[in-house]
C-alpha cells in the first residue's frame, strides 16, 4: 500500500520568498515519487521526479526536491517564488509495478504569490 | 504537437445521457490511463490498460467502460450519466513501469 500525505492545502507566500511544500509519503517498497503542477483550467504538469538515483532532484522553473528516507518525505522548494508560480502542486508516490504505475497522489498544495 | 490529446475538453450534458471521452498519445508509449479528479481536486486512478490489455480496474461504476483500440488510443465511454459523474477526467500514458506518466490537458464534464 501507498499513500501521500501533503501538509496545507493552501500555502501562501510573497513574490521573492522561499516556497516551500511540503509532502510526506508511506511505501512498502522503495518508491518512485512526483511532483506535478496545474495551473488553472489545465493539465497536469510535471515539475519533477525521484527514482531511487540522487537524492537531491532538480525540476523545471527552478524547482527541487530532496528524497529523504529517514523522513518519509519529499518536500519540493524554490527559492524565490514568481507571480507565474501560483497553482495547485500535487504529489505522487508509485512504485515499480510489473506493468504500468499507479501513482498516488495527495490531495494537492494551492499556493499562492502576492505581490 | 501534443503528447496526449484529449477531445472534448469541455462537455456538458443532461442525465442520462450517453458520452465519450476519446484519447490519443503520440509518445510511443505502451500504457495509458484515465484519471478522475474531482470538485476537491483529489485525484484518482479510474483505469489502465498496457499494450490494449486491462491491468488496472478500480472500484468503478459499470456505467463507466473503457475501450483501447490500440496502443495509442484510450477512450471512455459513460453510461447514463448522473449528477455524481461531473469531474475533470485526464488521461495520460507511460512507457514501463515506474516511469514517468504524462497527462492530457483534461475533459471539463458537468452533468446537468
Known amino acids: 500500500a501507498q499513500s501521500v500525505t501533503q501538509l496545507g492545502s493552501h500555502v501562501s507566500v510573497s513574490e521573492g520568498a522561499l516556497v516551500l511544500l511540503r509532502c510526506n509519503y508511506s511505501?512498502?517498497?522503495?518508491?518512485?515519487l512526483f511532483w506535478y503542477v496545474q495551473y488553472p483550467n489545465q493539465g497536469l504538469q510535471l515539475l519533477l521526479k525521484y527514482t531511487s538515483a540522487a537524492t537531491l532532484v532538480k525540476g523545471i522553473n527552478g524547482f527541487e526536491a530532496e528524497f529523504k528516507k529517514s523522513e518519509t518525505s519529499f518536500h519540493l522548494t524554490k527559492p524565490s517564488a514568481h507571480m507565474s508560480d501560483a497553482a495547485e502542486y500535487f504529489c505522487a508516490v508509485t512504485h515499480g509495478g510489473t506493468s504500468g504505475s499507479r501513482l498516488t497522489f495527495g490531495e494537492g498544495t494551492q499556493l499562492t504569490v502576492n505581490p | 504537437d501534443t503528447a496526449v490529446s484529449q477531445t472534448p475538453k469541455y462537455l456538458v450534458t443532461q442525465m442520462g445521457n450517453d458520452k465519450s471521452i476519446k484519447c490519443e498519445q503520440n509518445?510511443?508509449?505502451?500504457?495509458m490511463y484515465w484519471y478522475k479528479q474531482d470538485s476537491k481536486k483529489f485525484l484518482k486512478i479510474m483505469f489502465s490498460y498496457n499494450n490494449k490489455e486491462l491491468i488496472i480496474n478500480e472500484t468503478v461504476p459499470n456505467r463507466f467502460s473503457p475501450k483501447s483500440p490500440d496502443k495509442a488510443h484510450l477512450n471512455l465511454h459513460i453510461n447514463s450519466l448522473e449528477l455524481g459523474d461531473s469531474a475533470v477526467y485526464f488521461c495520460?500514458?507511460?512507457?514501463?513501469?515506474?516511469?514517468?506518466?504524462?497527462f492530457g490537458e483534461g475533459s471539463w464534464l458537468t452533468v446537468v
Open positions: 511505501s512498502s517498497v522503495p518508491p518512485y
Open positions: 509518445l510511443g508509449h505502451d500504457t
Open positions: 495520460a500514458s507511460s512507457q514501463g513501469r515506474a516511469n514517468t506518466i504524462y
